[in-house]
């Protein structure tokens, strides 16, 4: 007897995506339920609005409305119903990336009024200026449909380098299996105090599974998919795969170790976001705390001047 096709139109992050969101509804209200708690909890917890994502340019900034971001239970964990983003990175005198070790970008955008996003933010930011910035037409070449948007997209292929990273206000800590967004001074081994403005968020995860991949593999691995959708705080991460495709560099996570090692590594590990300057879309996160490269900044309130 021929089985009837239930999962007609669904990829596998779909399938996967409707079970954790099912054990998620079983367990709502437990404790445990991978999201950070008191005063580690993210502002916004709830049903993600439907409110559509808007980008609109706003001088040296592009004003971005309604982000949302969501952990693998399907909670709100950060959400803006306005933020700027800067257009550009911080430049030297001769027009190269000025860099900061994430903890450093953190207290520089602090002292200048914006701040450093988490991995979880600028994932959703790239999304969203994805969206609006470019279409793929049916031959699979884009078109443009915004060239401002699309200038800040592509910075994260190439920001003036020959790469595309970027710093994020994000740290896996593999000893305590935790995605860290917005880490406290402690979190980062530092003395003086940092992320005044954002509330720390701890989203557990499992890394007994976790191995470098390609995202797409990644997110037919429900063990990676928890983990993918902490980090990004995408509910539909494989737009990164979409993403590394227009960039012409796979979508790819990358671990401190090889294999299905991870028992031994309990290190606590920046993560960075952006292209490499050979293969890859990178989702990064086997940098030191102490590794340097390029920052952007955001901010809550309408900018009364230049990017700083």
């Known amino acids: 007897m021929t089985s009837p096709i239930i999962n007609r139109g669904k990829t596998a992050e779909d399938l996967i995506r409707a079970h ?3 054990e998620a509804r079983k367990s709502k209200g437990s404790a445990g339920s991978g999201a950070g708690t008191g005063a580690d909890a993210g502002s916004g917890a709830g049903t993600p609005p439907a ?7 706003a001088g040296d900034y592009l004003k971005l409305e309604n982000i949302v971001c969501t952990d693998a239970d ?8 306005e933020l700027y983003l800067a257009k550009d990175i911080i430049r030297n005198q001769q027009g190269g990336p000025v860099n900061f070790t994430p903890y450093h970008a953190s207290v520089y955008y602090e002292q200048n009024g914006l701040f ?8 959703n930011i790239l999304a969203a200026l994805f969206q609006k910035a470019v279409q793929k037409q049916s031959d699979g070449t884009y078109i443009t449909l915004d060239a401002e948007v699309k200038k800040v997209l592509d910075q994260y292929k190439d920001h003036g380098s020959g790469y595309g990273y970027h710093a994020q206000n994000t740290i896996i800590d593999f000893g305590a299996e935790n995605v860290i967004h917005y880490p406290s001074a402690r979190d980062y081994s530092q003395a003086v105090a940092v992320n005044a403005s954002q ?5 557990s995860f499992s890394k007994t599974a ?9 997110l037919a691995n429900p063990a990676s998919v928890c983990y993918v959708t902490q980090l ?28 299905q090692k991870s028992t031994t590594d309990t290190s606590k590990r920046a993560a960075w976001l952006g292209c490499d300057n050979v293969d890859y879309f990178n989702l990064n996160s086997i940098s030191i705390l102490d ?14 001047g230049r990017t700083p």
């Open 199 to 203: 509330p720390r968020t701890a989203l």
């Open 210 to 218: 976790l191995q470098d991949s390609l995202l797409e593999q990644a």
């Open 20 to 22: 954790l969101e099912a």
């Open 291 to 304: 590794d340097t490269d390029a920052a952007r900044g955001v901010r809550r309130g309408a900018p009364a």
């Open 74 to 81: 399907g909670k709100v964990f950060e959400s803006y119903s």
């Open 51 to 57: 409110t559509p994502l808007l980008v609109s340019t």
């Open 116 to 123: 450093l996003p988490s991995f979880a933010l600028t994932s």
């Open 232 to 259: 990004t705080g995408l509910r539909h991460p494989s737009i990164l795969v979409e993403i590394g495709n227009y960039f012409g560099k796979p979508a790819r996570l990358w671990f401190s170790w090889s294999g």
